[in-house]
């Protein structure tokens, strides 16, 4: 079977990634730096800690993964993609059956009404998962539908689900195919609200917004915003962190000729810090056009760490990231942040994807994930190890 073949086949089978509906918005997006943090710093926050290496890492790592996850989810949702493996040329898809480490099941295994369900594998012979999807969706009018996903994650040779990641996702001014997916090239909006648990406490929550353009061309044009916090934080430093921004426009979707996808755009925006429990997502009125103006989600309740930039470009193939760049983002304080794909490394290795967080010629911290977004960071001035589940650093 050819590339294109492949990811259509995958296309079928994925349902998303990063929180289901997520699917796709997650999005990426939208720039705007600062709005929605209150700017003081709450008294049950140490004073001076909101600028720690600590804090720009994790808040980083975590605007980052947003991006990079919500391209994923997207692509996993796209009636462009599934469509093909189900109506174009090649062999058809068999439901049920693991193909090039994808199985794809309609409806779900446990036959609900208006579902699929899609498991990623470890390996070839599939028998380890590492993703399994449920998405139910339903049709709230003729350009409209309500998605739920439930995304359980699971840890190479652990049967048991490690984290379970949860989004409900609204579709507007969208095409629709026969499973419910949206038409890429019509374009839609859409926005999510999505939840990380481990073991059943919430750890991360997220929201996110995408405007897709409409194209007659392989490459498409979006934008968008986003904004999330990890819910625990650092106990022992008595905070937490969290992002807000996107891509306010010029951000880009290209199918390539060999089935993958390629993702481009700079995000800009702000991190954040407070005591736990003061952050919380501002939920502001839905985009239809680009550029974003007003991001519909921010963050309130914080401390404004400072400003981000980050340029970067993912690549998926059959919903696997198979590569991803950035070269001198610039982060708060002077810092700046490259990241790169080690192809010597299979994608199940936590050195498949490494960043560097470098601040006046001294790496403040480095980090490593696989394919799926899993691994860890590390703050090199204290030595201290945070583990990243799904794209988002947790504990």
Avoid at 58 to 80: F, K, M, N, P
Avoid at 91 to 109: H, L, S, T, W
Avoid at 288 to 306: H, K, Q, R, Y
């Amino acid at each position: 079977m050819d590339n294109v073949q492949r990811t259509r086949t995958f296309r079928l089978a994925r349902t998303a990634h990063v929180g289901v509906a997520c699917v796709l918005a997650a999005s990426v997006l939208v720039g705007c730096s600062g709005g929605g943090s209150s700017g003081t710093t709450p008294a049950s926050m140490p004073s001076g800690t909101a600028q720690s290496p600590g804090a720009t890492a994790i808040s980083i790592a975590d605007a980052l993964g947003s991006a990079v996850g919500s391209y994923s989810a997207y692509d996993e949702s796209s009636e462009q993609n599934v469509a093909g493996a189900r109506t174009g040329g090649g062999a058809p898809i068999q439901i049920g059956q693991c193909e090039d480490r994808v199985a794809f099941y309609v409806p779900d295994r446990h036959g609900d009404p208006n579902s699929t369900e899609a498991l990623w594998y470890y390996d070839a012979a599939c028998t380890q998962v590492a993703r399994d999807v449920v998405r139910i969706y339903a049709p709230t009018g003729p350009s409209s539908e309500n998605v739920s996903r439930v995304a359980s994650l699971y840890a190479p040779g652990n049967g048991t689900p490690t984290a379970v990641r949860t989004t409900t996702v609204s579709y507007e001014n969208a095409t629709f195919g026969r499973l419910g997916y949206p038409v890429t090239a019509a374009g839609f909006d859409a926005y999510d609200t999505s939840e990380l648990a481990i073991a059943g406490a919430t750890t991360a929550q997220s929201a996110h917004e995408i405007v897709m353009l409409a194209t007659s061309d392989s490459t498409a044009s979006f934008c968008g915003d986003s904004a999330g916090f990890n819910v625990a934080g650092l106990t022992a430093a008595r905070e937490v962190y969290g992002y807000q921004g996107g891509v306010s426009s010029g951000g880009t979707r290209t199918q390539n000729a060999d089935g993958s996808q390629t993702w481009s755009a700079t995000r800009t925006g702000s991190v954040d810090a407070a005591a736990p429990g003061a952050l919380a997502i501002v939920t502001g009125t839905q985009n239809t056009a680009c550029p974003i103006a007003t991001p519909m989600f921010t963050l309130s309740g914080g401390s404004d760490v400072g400003a981000f930039s980050i340029p970067a470009t993912a690549t998926f193939d059959l919903g696997f990231l198979r590569s991803l760049s950035i070269a001198n983002a610039t982060l708060p304080g002077g810092a700046a942040l490259n990241v790169a794909t080690n192809a010597g490394q299979p994608f199940t290795s936590q050195t498949f994807i490494t960043g560097t967080i470098v601040q006046a010629g001294t790496t403040i911290a480095s980090f490593g994930v696989d394919a799926f977004g899993d691994g860890a960071l590390t703050v090199t001035s204290t030595g201290q190890r945070y583990a990243i589940v799904d794209w988002q650093v947790v504990r």
